[in-house]
């Protein structure tokens, strides 16, 4: 029997807290034997460390799946605001995994459904044909019509909370950020997390989103098989496209105008949903995507689903409007509702607080200036790692007063930079609609 | 006359109608409206009832592997890890009352006496799948240890049974960890290693006359 299958998921708090130990001890390793080459060679460039790091946490977190790999996966779509190296490395979590044992498979089945996998389907693959982030996905076959079943890793929902709080002191310090500083976002983080672990959630959210994006003809989201489907698997129609991440890897075998057109169509349903749904898909990493055969765009995995209050929707947008406007009194009054500005600060933190926020917009909302805008320049990409890194670095952005806005926006964030990230991949330029920013609605 | 199942039933019935097992075989007796004595000659003392109860789950977890058509075809790593996840679903059908049925001391390993009939199954078991697996190659065939082994399996399978009693996590999901990583463990030590390597390597330079 192939000893590849689940080289043990380190499931006791104890063993997983053993784990994080070992990676902080290999990394703070690493950042002597970095500092000691220094000494006797100051050529050592810091990407050196940065990469040695990046292979010792991707390791234990990893090994960890569940939540950790989630991290991992969070940390990955913050493409130019973390060093290269960590970016690359961590892009790994999305398909490098190890498989369940057959025996939990059936018994996940019988637990869940009180039936076997051989007698729910007229056949089905024990063999996984590729891992989801807290799970792996099979192939199964029902009246003819090939399914796709997600089954979930057991004791992930469980492993949430312990995985959050034990691996919160080490990617905090690895990014400069203090824990009490992001106390009040863990919590929505936390909650979409454990969301995602409700299969039955995520069919319910994958069925009502299919519903409203139906009038979207580029859009193919699978059909979901409720009876086939309990709270730890899932049972969708199997989609034939190619997944994105293999349509990535292979870019340049295809032309700029396909790639255009897989740009266009992701970028048209993010904003829709966004825009008009007012609720979005908020996994947006390419393992999510498929090209399919028929030129549409095949999405998956409404497990995190994020749902914008109105109120926010609209205070958000016209922030990013009156800054791309330059109107200094609508943008102060809007990043004062945001929390990016707050009655309590003395002047001078005031003008820093909104230098950098008027600047983080610019560049962040830089592409709705254009018509159509080119993602594939890296000009965008290396400002905004410039500004991350400028930012990080000025001493006021390490106090408790530094981490701002809505919770909110978490989501919201890590869906435009999943959706920049996959646009400058694929070198694209696409058209942009700026409609919606007329439709918002002043407070 | 009183057989076996009846006296396991009535058990049962006595758990169900006052939520725990009687205390001597004299209020289970009263219970059952039988003297004492000509039950006593049967099962004495009750500890034996349980052992009873016990063994069958053991035959009850094997029987429902075998509903599984991939049975047939796991190798013995998957067989083991089947029917701990059996052994698990069978117990989860009567959990509060399988629960107060066993009696773990503090320390591991001194092993219930509840697991007594269920031991002799379970290794019998154990030694019959090992012996096909070192038929196969799946397990090392090591001189003077391997005799050991289908105990090894069972203390993994106790280790489970504890596991699962304390395990409060929603539809035993931790107990799913548990069983994947005991079994993991016994069968990466079973399968052939390093350990066999460095054997084979030692025993061909003696032979080879090199000192």
Known sequence: MSKDKQENIPSSKVQRAGRFFKTGMKVSGNYLKHYSKKVVNSNVDRKDLDKKNAEEIFKMLTQLKGTALKIAQIMSMDHGLLPEEYTEKFKEAHFNNKALSGPLIVNTFKKYSGKLPTELFDEFNPESVRAASIGQVHEAWKDGQKLAVKIQYPGVADSIHSDINMAKPLVLNLFGIKEKDIEQYLEEVVSKLVEETDYEHELANGEEIAKKCAALDYITIPKYHADLSSKRFLTMDWLEGQPLTDFLAKKEEFSQEDRDKVGQQLLDFVHFQVHTLHQFHADLHPGNFFVMPDGKLGVLDFGCVKELPLDFYNNYFLMLKAGLDNDVPKLRKYMYKMDFLRESDDEETDQLFFDVTLKTINLVAQPLVHDTFYFGNKELFDELAKHGTEVSKKSEFRSSKAIRGPQDAIFLHRTFFGLYNILHDLNATVKLDRSFFDRLEEA | ?211
């Open chain 2, 1 to 211: 006359m009183y057989d076996k199942e009846r006296l396991i039933s009535a058990y049962i019935e006595f758990y169900d109608k006052n939520q725990r097992f009687p205390d001597d075989a004299d209020e289970f007796a009263n219970y059952l409206g039988s003297d004492a004595f000509e039950f006593l000659k049967t099962f004495n003392p009750l500890v034996s009832l349980k052992a009873f109860i016990w063994e069958e789950y053991f035959d009850k977890a094997l029987e429902q592997c075998q509903q599984d058509p991939s049975f047939e075809q796991y190798a013995c790593r998957e067989v083991y890890l089947s029917i701990l996840y059996n052994i698990v679903n069978v117990l989860n059908e009567r959990r509060e009352m399988n629960k107060s049925m066993i009696s773990f001391t503090k320390s591991l390993p001194s092993f219930p006496k509840e697991l007594k009939r269920m031991k002799v199954n379970a290794t019998g078991f154990y030694k019959e799948m090992i012996s096909a697996g070192q038929n196969s190659g799946e397990i090392a065939t090591r001189p003077l240890v391997d005799y050991q082994y289908n105990k090894w399996c069972w203390y993994g399978t106790i280790f489970v049974i504890y596991f699962w009693i304390k395990d409060t996590s929603e539809q035993n999901e931790q107990t799913d960890v548990a069983i994947e990583k005991v079994a993991h463990l016994i069968f990466d030590i079973l399968n052939p290693n390093a350990v066999d390597s460095s054997i084979e390597f030692f025993t061909f330079l003696f032979k080879q006359g090199f000192k």
